[in-house]
């Protein structure tokens, strides 16, 4: 374990906080307890602290050690409404914190979740709270292992990592609303409204958190952090491309959705015209059969008079008003497919 107890486990082992030394990142320590970054931080400086899942005196605890404002233990374990998104940068002196949003989805449009993360960016460290379930710094974390970097750096990482989740959910979002597509043009379902109300609901959050995610990577961009560092400056440049591409995407998306819904609209309507159209057919057809009948129904003594439907006595009376009934529909029918009603 060497002096220092360091420990040189799997992501897997690591658990709840976990202490990096930026510029030597084999240096890494599990960390018991939030109180030994006291005494440690001096000699991990430049330091990469991660932690999940946080209770609310931990996060108190971790403000008084660094001396942050106490406006950032209020953010971090606050609840947000589920459809109020947390994306923002908020710039103190010597200081900058970032709270971002990371996209997770399993399987189905209700999978898709957006989970907060909390990055706060000092000149020689760096603080990221997250959940354990939906981290990106667990992808991030193999990246550093690799070689010795900064505080700067590894921030861009972090929004590197959580763009591409942005965009593996968007591009999940596309061939759904592909799927989608086929089926209402073809056989229109009620299935297909609901799915397309879950994506609508979905996409229209995803948008939103995009755009406030492209205003958090403009105000990076423009802070005086960037201004000595042109490589990571480009870098930037390049995460602020992507964001731009992700809210074109979701732009066409919201589009795309809102051309299913009106095209559900329409196929339903179309059916619901053809079946109106047909019940018509019907009842005009027998509008005059209805008037035969009816008159046949008014049952006139034949005895009283030669001229109470002298037709009732004859042997094939029955049978010569069906079959008068049968031409009557007949000739309606062939009228209606002449005029290409039917």
């Known amino acids: 374990m060497g002096e220092e107890g360091i420990h040189m486990q799997t992501q897997d082992r690591l658990g709840e906080l976990l202490l990096i030394k930026l510029d030597e990142p084999s240096l890494q320590r599990s960390l018991s307890s939030i109180k030994e970054l006291e005494e440690l931080k001096e000699k991990y400086k430049p330091f990469w602290l991660r932690i999940r899942d946080p209770p609310k005196n931990m996060v108190i605890e971790l403000v008084k050690i660094l001396k942050l404002p106490r406006s950032i233990a209020r953010v971090i374990t606050q609840k947000l409404p589920t459809k109020t998104t947390s994306v923002r940068l908020r710039k103190y002196r010597n200081l900058m914190f970032v709270t971002l949003e990371y996209v997770k989805y399993g399987k189905g449009v209700t999978s898709i979740g957006f989970y907060p993360v909390h990055v706060i960016v000092g000149r020689d460290y760096i603080v990221t709270v997250a959940s354990g379930n939906a981290d990106p710094a667990t992808q991030v974390i193999d990246r550093v292992r690799e070689e010795p970097t900064n505080v700067l750096y590894l921030l861009y990482l972090i929004l590197d990592e959580v763009i591409n989740s942005y965009f593996s959910v968007i591009e999940l979002i596309s061939e759904w609303i592909e799927g989608l597509e086929n089926g209402v043009i073809t056989e229109p379902k009620q299935y297909h409204l609901r799915r397309v109300q879950l994506i ?75 079946i109106m159209k047909f019940l018509t057919i019907i009842g005009t057809i027998f509008i005059p059969l209805t008037f035969i009948t009816g008159i046949y129904g008014m049952n006139f003594n034949t005895k009283a008079s030669p001229w109470n439907m002298p037709e009732l006595n004859h042997p094939y009376g029955y049978l010569l008003t069906l079959t008068v009934m049968a031409i009557i529909g007949a000739i309606m029918l062939l009228y209606f497919k002449k005029k290409k009603w039917i």
């Open 200 to 274: 609508k609901r979905k996409l229209t959050y995803l948008r939103r958190s995009s755009w406030r995610l492209r205003e958090v990577v403009r105000e990076i961009l423009g802070s005086e952090y960037l201004s000595t560092n042109e490589d990571l400056y480009k870098y930037m440049q390049d995460l602020y491309d992507n964001v731009l591409e992700v809210v074109d995407i979701a732009e066409s998306c919201r589009e795309r959705i809102a051309d299913l819904l009106n095209m559900y609209l329409t196929s339903i309507s179309n059916r619901l015209n053809e």
